[in-house]
């Protein structure tokens, strides 16, 4: 027994030793193409004077172009900038397990590339034009999301060879940079595809978003018609699959799943979403709603910091008059034609809302009852209004809200009021009538003086 323990731990000693033998031996080299020849074979041509190999790292960043045939040493890392390239020599590059970092403005080029268990990672403005990208092994490709977005990599064929299936491919996608707006990018467009792909196939790899921020809707897709990769920037997006049309469920949403704190959140396909439960929305959520869609609620629904964007034709609505929107921090913004129908529509906390005039004017918001919740007044709410493209033609009053009634606050009209008009030499007023409880804008030629009704 104690021999047997004894061949254990010489066994893991041995191990061990090998581990830290290796790990001594691996190199990083630095290109500076002494040897005059471009081969990233030929020790002259790095710093210090070796050939690179396995487990090495070898940083091109002096913008030439190093080339290879056949066989990298295996598991090597090579990181390239400075509009450095690197290049198949002849026929073909196999990568047998190396890293490979892609930054802006360098290139992967050259005839054929077996990409043989190597892992990729593409930053912005990276470039790849090889004659053939062939997935191998077990791939992994990333590609880091620029402020702005990501250009496009334009390899020319697709293939899979050795028996490789998409479920031994991940591929990963970084928008931690990112702060452009929602969007599709096509992050490979080949020229030409000779697996069959299609969409339903492409799903079978890892496909990982990560740091989607408000886009928490965003995937991976691989388009058919034009054997490309596409990244979908999406909100959460309303689909009404679980068919009770209650927010409170997660299949309604796509993904799957409750919208959270801080996501963008689309309801466009004309359904009335009920919000079901006494609370509060996710915190800082932006809820569009479009499409002749609405969002009404069947008890108190409290918007803790939200903006709600309701396009024409889309509404706000509660089921019965007591039910209510306790506004608390939100962001109200109406196009001209959205629809506001609620029971009672309380005030609280700092508001903003916004109105945008068409060349018409603006469809009248009716709610039922304005309040005035806790010790909010007219002075904590500010009123955006957006005259540019109307049309004074149109007349020079435009009723922008007519309440049922009003309750709560100090009586005085006194909130932080922005008029935008634009080049059009029109300014704006805005007052609220007590007795009528209607929210009033006067619009003019400056200069102009109108007796207000």
Same mark, same amino acid.
């Given at each position: 027994?104690k021999?047997?323990?004894?061949?254990?731990?010489l066994?893991a000693?041995a191990?061990?030793?090998?581990l830290? +033998?290796a790990?001594?031996?691996?190199?990083t080299?630095?290109?500076?193409?002494?040897?005059?020849?471009?081969?990233?074979?030929?020790a002259?041509?790095?710093?210090?004077?070796q050939?690179?190999v396995?487990?090495d790292?070898?940083n091109?960043?002096?913008?030439?172009?190093v080339s290879?045939a *056949?066989n990298?040493p295996?598991g090597?890392?090579?990181?390239?900038s400075?509009s450095?390239?690197?290049?198949?020599d002849?026929?073909v590059?196999?990568l047998? /397990?190396?890293?490979i *970092?892609v930054g802006?403005?360098t290139?992967?080029?050259g005839?054929?590339w077996?990409?043989?268990?190597g892992?990729?990672?593409?930053?912005d403005?990276? &470039?790849a034009t090889m004659?053939?990208?062939?997935q191998k092994?077990?791939?992994t490709?990333?590609f880091n999301?620029?402020?702005t977005?990501?250009?496009?990599?334009?390899?020319?064929s697709?293939?899979r060879?050795g028996?490789?299936?998409?479920s031994d491919?991940?591929?990963?996608v970084?928008?931690?940079?990112?702060?452009?707006?929602?969007?599709t &990018?096509t992050?490979v467009?080949?020229?030409?595809?000779f697996?069959s792909?299609?969409n339903?196939?492409?799903?079978?790899?890892?496909?990982?978003?990560?740091?989607?921020? +408000?886009?928490?809707g965003s995937?991976?897709?691989?388009?058919?018609a034009?054997d490309?990769?596409?990244?979908?920037?999406m909100?959460?997006? !309303?689909?009404?699959?679980?068919?009770?049309?209650?927010?409170?469920?997660a299949?309604?949403?796509d993904?799957?799943?409750?919208?959270?704190?801080g996501?963008t959140?689309a309801?466009?396909n004309g359904?009335?979403?009920e919000?079901n439960?006494?609370g509060n929305?996710?915190s800082?959520l932006?809820l *569009?709603?479009?499409g002749n869609?609405?969002?009404e609620?069947?008890?108190?629904l409290r918007?803790?910091g939200?903006t709600? /964007?309701?396009?024409?034709?889309?509404?706000?609505?509660?089921?019965i008059s007591?039910?209510?929107?306790?506004l608390n921090?939100?962001t109200i913004?109406?196009?001209?034609?959205?629809?506001?129908t609620?029971?009672? !529509?309380?005030?609280?906390g700092?508001n903003?809302?916004n109105?945008?005039?068409?060349?018409?004017?603006?469809t009248t918001?009716t709610?039922n009852?304005?309040?005035f919740?806790g010790?909010?007044t007219?002075?904590n709410?500010?009123i955006?209004v957006d005259?540019?493209a109307y049309d004074?033609a149109?007349?020079h009053?435009v009723?922008?809200a007519?309440?049922?009634s009003?309750?709560?606050?100090?009586g005085t009209?006194d909130?932080?009021?922005?008029?935008t +008009?634009g080049?059009?030499?029109?300014?704006g007023?805005?007052t609220f009538d007590?007795?009528?409880?209607?929210?009033?804008?006067?619009?003019?030629?400056?200069g102009?003086?109108v007796?207000i009704?």
């Amino acid at each position: 027994m104690k021999t047997r323990h004894m061949n254990r731990a010489l066994t893991a000693l041995a191990g061990a030793l090998y581990l830290v +033998a290796a790990s001594a031996y691996s190199a990083t080299l630095v290109w500076d193409g002494g040897g005059g020849d471009g081969l990233l074979g030929t020790a002259n041509n790095w710093n210090p004077d070796q050939a690179p190999v396995a487990s090495d790292t070898l940083n091109v960043t002096n913008g030439d172009t190093v080339s290879h045939a *056949n066989n990298l040493p295996s598991g090597v890392t090579i990181n390239l900038s400075g509009s450095s390239s690197l290049s198949t020599d002849g026929a073909v590059i196999r990568l047998l /397990n190396a890293n490979i *970092n892609v930054g802006a403005g360098t290139s992967l080029i050259g005839a054929f590339w077996d990409l043989n268990n190597g892992d990729l990672t593409f930053e912005d403005g990276a &470039i790849a034009t090889m004659a053939t990208w062939e997935q191998k092994g077990t791939n992994t490709f990333t590609f880091n999301l620029s402020a702005t977005g990501f250009t496009t990599l334009n390899p020319n064929s697709f293939l899979r060879g050795g028996g490789a299936l998409m479920s031994d491919a991940t591929y990963t996608v970084d928008m931690a940079a990112y702060t452009g707006g929602a969007g599709t &990018i096509t992050l490979v467009d080949f020229s030409s595809d000779f697996t069959s792909m299609t969409n339903a196939t492409f799903q079978g790899a890892t496909l990982i978003v990560l740091n989607t921020g +408000a886009y928490t809707g965003s995937h991976l897709t691989w388009d058919d018609a034009t054997d490309s990769i596409q990244l979908h920037i999406m909100p959460v997006t !309303w689909d009404g699959g679980a068919g009770d049309g209650l927010w409170s469920s997660a299949a309604n949403w796509d993904p799957d799943g409750l919208p959270a704190i801080g996501d963008t959140v689309a309801i466009s396909n004309g359904d009335t979403v009920e919000w079901n439960t006494s609370g509060n929305l996710p915190s800082n959520l932006t809820l *569009n709603i479009t499409g002749n869609s609405t969002l009404e609620s069947s008890n108190v629904l409290r918007c803790n910091g939200a903006t709600i /964007n309701v396009a024409a034709g889309s509404a706000l609505t509660t089921s019965i008059s007591t039910n209510f929107f306790d506004l608390n921090n939100a962001t109200i913004d109406y196009a001209d034609g959205a629809i506001n129908t609620v029971g009672r !529509w309380e005030h609280k906390g700092a508001n903003t809302f916004n109105y945008t005039l068409s060349a018409t004017g603006f469809t009248t918001l009716t709610p039922n009852e304005l309040r005035f919740g806790g010790t909010s007044t007219w002075e904590n709410s500010t009123i955006d209004v957006d005259i540019s493209a109307y049309d004074l033609a149109n007349g020079h009053t435009v009723t922008l809200a007519d309440f049922g009634s009003t309750s709560g606050g100090d009586g005085t009209f006194d909130p932080t009021v922005n008029i935008t +008009a634009g080049a059009t030499g029109m300014t704006g007023t805005l007052t609220f009538d007590a007795g009528t409880s209607e929210l009033l804008l006067t619009v003019v030629r400056k200069g102009t003086v109108v007796l207000i009704r």
